[in-house]
């Protein structure tokens, strides 16, 4: 899978209630989550967000509560991939049974700048920022995450396999 669009970038410990604030948690609507996604933290992602734009993290995205609501509202605001240096763990679960790839390259994520394009390869793990022409490079994501995000998620996948 690839992938290509503008950058958001986002610094260190950014954790599920500035993803998704608690006060919006009466939803599981993913289009109404997509609407307050990031709004804590940056009020103008939601209205602004492109399909095919990338989020970028820093160190310990997405720490915080275990909610599945956070990856949920990523994904539905169009957003196809986050990077990040890393991912708390629940969170990286959680991102992979909803069906949005994520992928960690450490200290490297401070070269990326908001605004740049980025094309990534899940695959390869190879990162390209067009406007710097630096590649990156992450651990790709195995054959079988891989079917679970082309799936739209781990109960897609779970159906489409049984």
């Known amino acids: 899978m690839k992938f290509e669009g503008k950058t958001w970038v986002y610094g260190d410990n950014i954790d599920t209630d500035v ?6 948690l009466n939803t599981f609507d993913p289009k109404e989550l997509a609407s307050h996604c990031m ?7 939601a209205g602004n967000v492109k399909k095919g734009d990338i989020m970028v993290g820093g160190w310990n995205f997405g720490c915080g509560s275990s909610r599945e609501h956070a990856p949920i509202a990523i994904k539905a605001s169009g957003v196809p991939v986050v990077i990040a240096a ?11 049974n909803v069906g949005l790839p994520v992928l960690e390259i450490g200290d490297d994520v401070k070269k990326i700048r908001n605004g740049d394009r980025l094309k ?3 695959s390869s793990g190879i990162i390209e920022d067009e406007t710097t022409g630096e590649t990156f490079h ?3 994501l195995p054959g079988f995450i891989q079917d679970i995000a082309a799936a739209g998620g781990l109960v897609n996948y779970v ?3 049984a």
């Open 39 to 45: 709004v804590d933290i940056d009020k103008t992602f």
């Open 86 to 96: 890393n991912f708390a763990r629940i969170f990286y679960r959680n991102a992979i």
């Open 19 to 24: 993803i998704i604030p608690a006060r919006y």
């Open 138 to 140: 992450a651990a790709p």
């Open 159 to 161: 159906k489409e396999n």
């Open 120 to 122: 990534v390869d899940i």
